[in-house]
C-alpha cells in the first residue's frame, strides 16, 4: 500500500518561509512525476509546482509562485519539498502533495498526502 505523509506546515508572517516535506512509503516499484498542489478557501485545487523523476529534473511552476517557491526532491529517499520564500496572505490554503507512483501490485496511479495547512497572516 502507497502512502504519502506530509509535514513543514504552520502558520507563518507575511514575508516569511516554510519548507513542506512529503515522503512515500510502501511497495514502490517507481515515482514519476511528484508535485504540490493547494486548495483555498473557496477556490479550486490548483497546482503549485511538479518535478519529475529524472536526471534533469523537470520542474513546473503556477505563475504565482515562480521566484519564490521552490520543489525539489531526493529519489534515494522517495521525498519531495517545498521551499516557500515570501510567503503572502494569498498563498494560504491547505497543501496536498501528489506523486505518480508505479506500485509493486498494480499500475501507475495518483497517490495524494492528506494536506498541510499553510496559513500566512500578521
Known amino acids: 500500500q502507497v502512502q504519502l505523509v506530509e509535514s513543514g506546515g504552520g502558520l507563518v508572517q507575511p514575508g516569511g518561509s516554510l519548507r513542506l516535506s512529503c515522503a512515500v512509503s510502501?511497495?514502490?516499484?517507481?515515482?514519476?512525476?511528484m508535485g504540490w498542489y493547494r486548495r483555498a478557501p473557496g477556490k479550486q485545487r490548483e497546482l503549485v509546482a511538479a518535478?519529475?523523476?529524472?536526471?534533469?529534473?523537470?520542474?513546473n511552476y503556477a505563475d504565482s509562485v515562480k521566484g519564490r517557491f521552490t520543489i525539489s526532491r531526493d529519489n534515494a529517499k522517495n521525498t519531495v519539498y517545498l521551499q516557500m520564500n515570501s510567503l503572502k496572505p494569498e498563498d494560504t490554503a491547505v497543501y496536498y502533495c501528489n506523486a505518480e507512483v508505479n506500485p509493486a501490485v498494480g499500475s501507475w496511479a495518483d497517490y495524494w498526502g492528506q494536506g498541510t495547512q499553510v496559513t500566512v497572516s500578521s
Open positions: 510502501g511497495s514502490i516499484s517507481s515515482i514519476y512525476s
Open positions: 518535478i519529475t523523476s529524472d536526471s534533469g529534473g523537470r520542474t
